[in-house]
């Protein structure tokens, strides 16, 4: 049942935000500009985008017993997998998705959507996950946030 709630959360939120949406932006709007051949470096990113999405899908229902969606988050702390190099890989598999799009089709509107986006995941983060998470799982929770960035990979 928690990998069809999963498979849900997945087609809703982010099928709507980073596919429904940005291609009916791209059909209301007009491209400022071309990236004329290097728009092709959309798929690379919209492909690696998803991947890391699914990839955390994935990890949050087998090894983490929830969703991604907070009303049925993890029960278990994850912290393997994407989850050792960044605490928020989720998030930055969208912002590829969406600069692909921008890449594709860049008009103002996918222009500004990923400083939204980001914005949003930010205050999200910040306010309510890892408050929440700190509240879950204490001490580890700490532990992880010392040893792993919020949202650019340490080099090693």
């Known amino acids: 049942m928690t990998a069809l709630k999963?498979?849900?959360?997945?087609?809703?939120?982010?099928?709507?935000?980073?596919?429904?949406?940005?291609?009916?932006?791209?059909?209301?709007?007009?491209?400022?500009?071309?990236?004329?051949?290097?728009?092709w470096l959309a798929v690379p990113l919209w492909l690696i985008g998803a991947a890391v999405m699914l990839w955390c899908a994935w990890d949050f229902t087998v090894k983490?017993?929830?969703t991604p969606?907070?009303?049925d988050p993890p029960r278990e702390l994850v912290i393997s997998g994407l989850y050792r190099f960044v605490r928020n890989p989720m998030y930055d598999g969208a912002l590829l998705v969406?600069?692909?799009?921008?890449?594709?089709?860049?008009?103002?509107?996918?222009l500004v959507c990923p400083i939204i986006f980001f914005v949003s995941f930010h205050l999200f983060v910040v306010l309510y996950e890892e408050?929440?998470?700190?509240?879950?799982?204490?001490?580890?929770?700490?532990?992880?946030?010392?040893?792993?960035?919020?949202?650019?990979?340490?080099?090693?």
């Open 64 to 66: 983490g017993g929830g």
């Open 131 to 156: 408050r929440t998470l700190r509240k879950t799982f204490g001490a580890a929770y700490d532990a992880y946030c010392r040893s792993v960035p919020r949202w650019i990979p340490r080099r090693r």
């Open 6 to 39: 999963t498979v849900f959360f997945m087609l809703l939120v982010p099928g709507l935000l980073l596919g429904v949406m940005p291609v009916w932006l791209m059909a209301t709007d007009t491209a400022l500009f071309s990236f004329g051949f290097f728009r």
């Open 69 to 71: 969606a907070p009303i």
């Open 98 to 110: 969406l600069f692909g799009h921008v890449l594709w089709f860049p008009s103002l509107s996918l």
